[in-house]
């Protein structure tokens, strides 16, 4: 076993210098998380937040994808998070749509918490995202934000909770501008990055606990058991 | 006068003299003549007054005495007619005439009135026409005056009109410029988001591009580094523990022939399995006083186990009988226990179900948890009360079907273990996992015993006899021998393994690959004995698992369509498939015992059971 480790990384020593041909010695792993929602809801501000860690002043329509990325730490991993930041507009985006879904790792929706119809138009975003995408079982998470602007939300939290959970996808709550308001948007993009790098459920509905049958114990075999 | 008369002759003085003469008359005379004339004018006219005045002065007489009137002849004057009557006459004659005078005067004043009358209202009205007139004339003026004006005032509207026509064609003309300018704008702002987002396009395919040459760059590092690991490791480093290697070596001599027994349980149906039981109770006492190794199972005998119920007669299945929605998740497993109706299925929920079958429907019975990552695979022992579940935690655990809690936990592998099965007793069990080892387990103390490198990621794991059999990631089934940690036999196939199966006499082997084939191995001549394809069958992932029936007479596996493939095993030939019920690959498959029925699972969370 000992020496089995030794080699191991004698053998990952070895191999820090080389990669194959002119590619920098791809050591992280990449995960490719798409940002999808309707036009300003604020997915520029997010990722932006997330990757540079502050909110940007003046955004335009982003055009076509803006590539933002990020390298995180974890579990001793090096790990490279590489955000699509989608453009909302149609006319922006018609002709990338599968550039988008190729090889994505999760796929994250927004919505506006102050614009109702930005919730609206969820659905046809998330079938969206069932036309295309090849695998069932990638990871999606639901993102409301602008949650600072508290007089003028329009979208009840328990309407999203429900349409989350109508969808097994997990809700999260944020603001991009302050990002102390409920859930962080560093915390929300780390969560989604660790069930990736460990290909947990997101969603597990129910706790086991709930429906667990207590069984009368069965009668015991007419074995004697050496242990 | 005289003087000059005198020249001429006696005749000549005469009229010289005559003429001299009347010279001075006339020159005397002349400045007398007009005297003369006037003078008797005078006189005439003096008589003549004289006349009138005598006249007159009858008349006037006339007059005073008789009021007569007036004779218009005047020459009537008639002096001295003086008689009363006459002048009496004359009076009333000329009184008569006074009132006709007078009346006619009055008439006349009359007349005079109203023609003054008239007179005044024709001037009235003249001087009304005239003050009308001017009037008019004043308003002609006026009026003209005004027609001036307002022709002036015309004239400048007409002005404006056409400086304001000017006006606006010369912005009109603007307007089109501006128009015109807009309209090319709009097409070069259509032409630049077009350009932009085909750059977009273009990045957006670069970055996939670069993502998959990554993946890939890691994937070949992953493989060489695995091809190379098999190269640079000799088998010189032995992992057993310096007791172990020691002690048996000097048993081996002293009990050789029984310990060989011993040390290889068997599963087999056979009557030597009598015989076995026999050796032990001889040997246990023997057993007793020796030295007890490290991590093995000495005290006690073993149970042998009797072998699992023969099933002669397999019915093909051809029906679904019941679905039901087993897992949160993906189901990774599922097993028929062998001594009761009972089923498990093993998710990536990280729970074990236990499922009734009864009547062509699975009841769900009870729920073990405990398991901290997916369920890989699972086994029951052969007296049907353990469960033995290997999982993506490194850890395999055990449980006892009566308590829903796990009994015992195997932990020490470095990654995901992806099998773990009982060895013919029920006290050991062996698990293979994806740090490239195969452990032996005591299951009593939960403890590894042994450690096996086996140089590729192991996928399942089966044991037999006293051979463990391995198949890996590198295409490869490994057979090792359980007294040493030889490799005793490689058979190579084509494509990663993702399942084995023993039947259940142990003479055959099957595995299943990612080549999409299905292989039947010898045991005892250690080849391959059948390959099984079809066309539509694709292995749906690495951990696909294929099965024997329980008489042997089929093969079966479950494709990445969701549809379940049975093979003949006499004839080799496809016998049937079994679709529309699975709509996402199905992950493994279980044969009942009594080769009544076949549950299958997917990915979608389904078991389905076919009868």
Redesign the interface.
């Given at each position: 076993?000992e020496?089995?480790a030794d080699?191991e990384s004698s053998?990952e020593l070895s191999?820090s210098g080389?990669?194959?041909g002119g590619?920098p010695p791809?050591r992280s792993?990449?995960f490719?998380i798409i940002v999808i929602g309707d036009s300003n809801v604020g997915k520029t501000c997010l990722t932006y937040r997330f990757c540079a860690g502050r909110f940007p002043e003046r955004t335009e329509a982003t055009?076509?994808?803006d590539?933002r990325e990020r390298a995180v730490t974890i579990d001793g991993e090096r790990i490279k998070i590489?955000l699509?930041d989608t453009a909302g507009q149609e006319?922006?985006r018609k002709?990338?749509v599968q550039?988008?879904y190729?090889?994505v790792h999760a796929v994250v929706f927004v919505y506006d918490m102050t614009n109702i119809a930005s919730f609206h138009s969820l659905p046809s975003w998330i079938e969206e995202c069932k036309q295309h995408l090849l695998a069932?079982?990638i990871p999606r998470i639901l993102v409301g934000n602008k949650c600072d602007l508290r007089s003028a939300i329009q979208v009840p939290t328990d309407l999203a909770q429900k349409f989350a959970d109508t969808h097994s996808m997990p809700l999260f709550e944020t603001s991009a501008k302050n990002p102390n308001d409920n859930d962080h948007v560093e915390a929300i993009f780390m969560t989604l990055a660790h069930k990736l790098k460990s290909?947990k459920?997101l969603?597990?509905?129910?706790p086991?606990d709930n429906?667990?049958?207590?069984?009368k114990?069965?009668p015991?075999?007419a074995?004697?058991c050496?242990? | 006068m005289a003087e000059a008369a005198g020249s001429g002759g006696g005749g000549s003085w005469k009229r010289h003299i005559v003429r001299q003469l009347q010279l001075r008359d006339r020159a005397q005379s002349g400045r007398f003549l007009d005297v003369v004339q006037a003078y008797t004018k005078l006189l005439e006219k003096s008589s003549l007054l004289v006349h009138f005045t005598e006249k007159l002065q009858a008349e006037s007489f006339d007059l005073q005495a008789p009021r007569s009137g007036r004779e218009t002849n005047g020459s009537t004057l008639e002096p001295g007619l003086g008689s009363p009557e006459a002048l009496q006459a004359l009076k009333i004659k000329y009184q008569g005439q006074i009132a006709e005078m007078k009346g006619v005067s009055g008439e006349l004043a009359y007349r005079i009135i109203e023609l003054s009358k008239l007179l005044k209202a024709k001037e009235c009205k003249l001087q009304e026409q005239k003050t009308r007139l001017a009037s008019l004339s004043g308003r002609i003026s006026e009026l003209e005056a005004e027609y001036q004006q307002l022709k002036g005032r015309a004239e400048d509207l007409g002005n404006g009109n056409c400086a304001r026509k000017a006006e606006y064609d010369v912005l009109h003309e603007r307007y089109r410029l501006r128009e015109g300018e807009l309209r090319r704008a709009a097409e070069k702002e259509q032409e630049l988001?077009e350009s932009?987002?085909?750059?977009?396009?273009e990045?957006?395919?670069h970055?996939?591009k670069k993502?998959?040459?990554?993946?890939?760059?890691?994937l070949?590092?992953e493989l060489?580094?695995a091809t190379?690991?098999t190269v640079?490791?000799d088998v010189e480093?032995d992992?057993l523990k310096p007791a172990e290697v020691k002690v048996p070596v000097r048993e081996l001599v002293e009990l050789e022939g029984c310990e060989k027994l011993w040390k290889r349980p068997f599963r087999s149906a056979s009557a030597t399995s009598m015989t076995l039981a026999r050796c032990v109770d001889v040997f246990k006492g023997l057993l007793d006083f020796r030295l007890k190794r490290g991590n093995s199972i000495t005290?006690?005998?073993?149970?042998r186990y009797r072998s699992m119920p023969i099933c002669l007669v397999t019915c093909l299945p051809s029906r679904v009988s019941d679905v039901q929605e087993a897992h949160?998740?993906?189901v990774n497993a599922v097993k028929f226990s062998p001594s009761s109706g009972v089923l498990a299925t093993g998710g990536?929920?990280s729970?074990i179900r236990l499922w009734n079958v009864a009547g062509g429907r699975l009841e769900?019975?009870?729920?073990l948890?405990g398991a901290n990552g997916?369920i890989t695979s699972i086994e029951f022992d052969p007296?049907?009360?353990q469960i033995l579940a290997a999982a993506?935690n490194n850890a395999a655990q055990l449980w006892h079907?009566?308590d829903?809690k796990s009994k015992e936990t195997l932990t020490g592998h470095a990654d995901k273990v992806t099998a773990a099965k009982f060895r013919s007793t029920r006290?050991q069990a062996v698990t293979g996992s994806r740090d490239?080892?195969v452990k032996e387990w005591d299951?009593?103390r939960g403890a590894c015993c042994r450690?096996i490198?086996v140089f590729s990621y192991c996928n399942d794991v089966v044991c037999c006899d006293n051979v463990i059999v391995s198949g890996h990631h590198d295409k490869k089934i490994r057979f090792w021998d359980s007294r040493g940690p030889r490799c005793t036999e490689v058979i190579p196939v084509k494509g990663k393994v993702t399942s084995l199966h023993i039947s259940q006499d142990q003479m055959h082997l099957l595995s299943c690959s990612r080549d999409n084939t299905l292989k039947v191995i010898d045991l005892k001549m250690n080849n391959v004995r059948q390959v099984f394809r079809a066309d539509g069958f694709r292995c749906g992932s690495d951990w696909t698992k294929a099965i024997f029936s329980p008489d042997k007479s089929y093969v079966l596996v479950g494709s990445s369509d969701g549809s379940l493939y049975l093979w003949n095993m006499e004839s080799g030939k496809l016998e049937t498939i079994l679709s529309g019920e699975h709509r996402?690959s199905v992950n493994a498959v279980a044969w009942c015992f009594s080769g009544q029925c076949v549950v299958s699972v997917d990915?979608?969370k389904k078991v389905v059971l076919w009868k």
């Open positions: 076993m020496a089995a080699l053998l191999y080389a990669g194959p590619l791809a792993r990449i490719k055009i076509g994808v590539f590489q699509w006319r922006f002709s990338m550039h988008y190729r090889n069932s079982d290909h459920p969603m597990l509905s129910q086991p429906d667990k049958i207590h069984l114990p069965e015991k075999p074995m004697t050496w242990c | 988001i932009l987002v085909r750059k977009k396009v990045a957006a395919e970055q996939n993502n998959e040459r990554v993946k890939q760059a890691r070949s590092r060489k580094k190379k690991r640079s490791i480093s992992e005290s006690g005998s073993e149970v949160f998740s993906e990536a929920d729970l769900s019975l009870q729920t948890e997916s007296s049907g009360c993506y079907i009566g829903y006290l490239r080892t299951l009593c450690t490198n996402a990915q979608a």
